[in-house]
């Protein structure tokens, strides 16, 4: 007899994965339990991939509609004398002669106190921060009005206050209705009308728990002196650093050490960043189910080979080779993976774009996620298969033929 006529017979793919759904087929409910782990692990994973991806997309978004080129030159309390550094009051003007400075405003802590009404006692005032504000400070924060006007030059010297909007929820004004008297706020010892609301400002948070007053007005009843207190400056991106480094000097060049300049923008990053530390530990979580969905898929690939001993033994009996054996085992472990894998990749591709849509946040799954997904079910069905498909292998028909 020739070596061509006892030469065995390679398996084509599509007779592999014939023989890899064998298994599925035959023990449906054992399948699915078995690639349910797998599915849990790369959902999960996916999913703490795609959250963090969804939320810095959001955030991009949304700074680069805010504008990361903002500055805020803040005085700071001697700690000796307890008292604020006499910034000149017109810093911001000063700021404004810088090169790639291309808008600045300022305010001040008029150190005064609000109440809702006037019946509220004195020694209860709302602890909101009074602040006396330029006419072109929204621009400059990147700020908008949730509901009515801002100071103009006209109204600065009005008795009138514009509310930060978590200012406005404290003192319970969180909208002005057309056609009805505005609301008013005991403001120092006086009234002072409330002409607007501010939405949240992200890139000035101290401006959301604050009362904005013109800066005449401070001067005419509150006492202010005129020395600003935070300067905002709004140069080029590509200035920016070198804007910075001169501009505690340009505000207050009496002693620049008085003055501490940042970048709200990377408050925020640093924000972003801190959040996205807890991707870690999800990540692990997700790497133990992964563990676990493999150990559950060896767990039954064993136990298959076990349970068709009689099957290999007649497949060795007609001239199934120990490789054709293997590789039939190795097959269904792999498919079950990739079911689970594909299920997984699925379900946490629609968790994260879910979860995304209830924030109001651009969905983005990042395509290394999903293809990192698949990949490590490849290889979990590869790692779980192996020692079952050896066992399996290592039968002789007689031995395989002869158990109970």
């Known amino acids: 007899m020739s070596d061509a006529t006892t030469r065995p017979v390679r398996l084509s793919l599509v007779d592999l994965v014939g023989l890899g759904l064998v298994g599925p087929r035959t023990r449906p409910l054992r399948a699915v339990l078995a690639a349910l782990g797998i599915a849990i692990g790369i959902a999960t994973m996916v999913v703490v991939v795609g959250i963090p991806a969804s939320s810095q997309r959001a955030l991009d978004h949304q700074l680069s509609a805010l504008g990361t080129n903002l500055l805020r030159a803040q005085a700071v309390y001697d700690q000796r004398t307890q008292t604020l550094p006499p910034v000149p009051e017109d810093a ?29 006692p004195a020694e209860q005032p709302s602890g909101l921060t009074v602040l006396a504000a330029r006419a072109d400070l929204l621009p400059a924060v990147g700020a908008r009005l949730a509901a009515g006007h801002y100071l103009t030059a006209g109204t600065s010297a009005l008795p009138v206050a514009v509310l930060g909007d978590k200012a406005a929820t404290r003192l319970g004004i969180t909208e002005l209705r057309r056609g009805e008297p505005a609301p008013t706020i005991w403001l120092g010892d006086r009234w002072f009308t409330v002409i607007g609301v501010l939405a949240p400002v992200p890139l ?39 804007v910075r480094e001169v501009l505690a000097a340009t505000v207050f060049a009496e002693n620049p050490g008085r003055i501490v300049v940042s970048r709200p923008s990377d408050a925020l990053a640093a924000k972003r960043i801190a959040e996205t530390t807890f991707s870690g530990l999800f990540l692990g979580l997700a790497g133990v189910a992964l563990l676990v969905g493999g150990v559950g898929v060896a767990n039954t690939m064993v136990i298959s080979a076990l349970e068709r001993k009689r099957e290999i033994g007649l497949r060795r009996a007609l001239g199934a080779t120990r490789g054709q054996v293997r590789v039939q085992f190795l097959t269904e472990s792999v498919v079950l993976c ?44 590869v790692l779980a298969g192996l020692y079952p498909a050896i066992r399996a292998a290592r039968l002789t028909p007689t031995e395989a033929l002869a158990a109970p």
């Open 92 to 120: 911001a003007a000063m700021a404004a002669r810088i090169g790639p400075v291309q808008r600045t405003s300022a305010v001040a802590n008029t150190h005064a106190k609000v109440w809702r009404s006037d019946r509220i």
């Open 204 to 242: 000035a948070p101290d401006l959301e728990r604050s009362v904005l007053v013109g800066w005449s007005a401070a001067r005419t009843w509150l006492g202010f002196d005129g020395h600003p207190t935070v300067v905002y400056v709004r140069a080029q991106e590509s200035q920016l650093e070198a």
């Open 338 to 381: 990739l079911l689970g894998g594909l299920f997984g990749v699925t379900a946490g591709v629609l968790g994260a774009a879910s979860y995304a849509a209830s924030r109001d946040w651009p969905a983005t799954v990042p395509p290394v996620a999903a293809l990192g997904g698949v990949g490590s079910a490849l290889v979990i069905g």
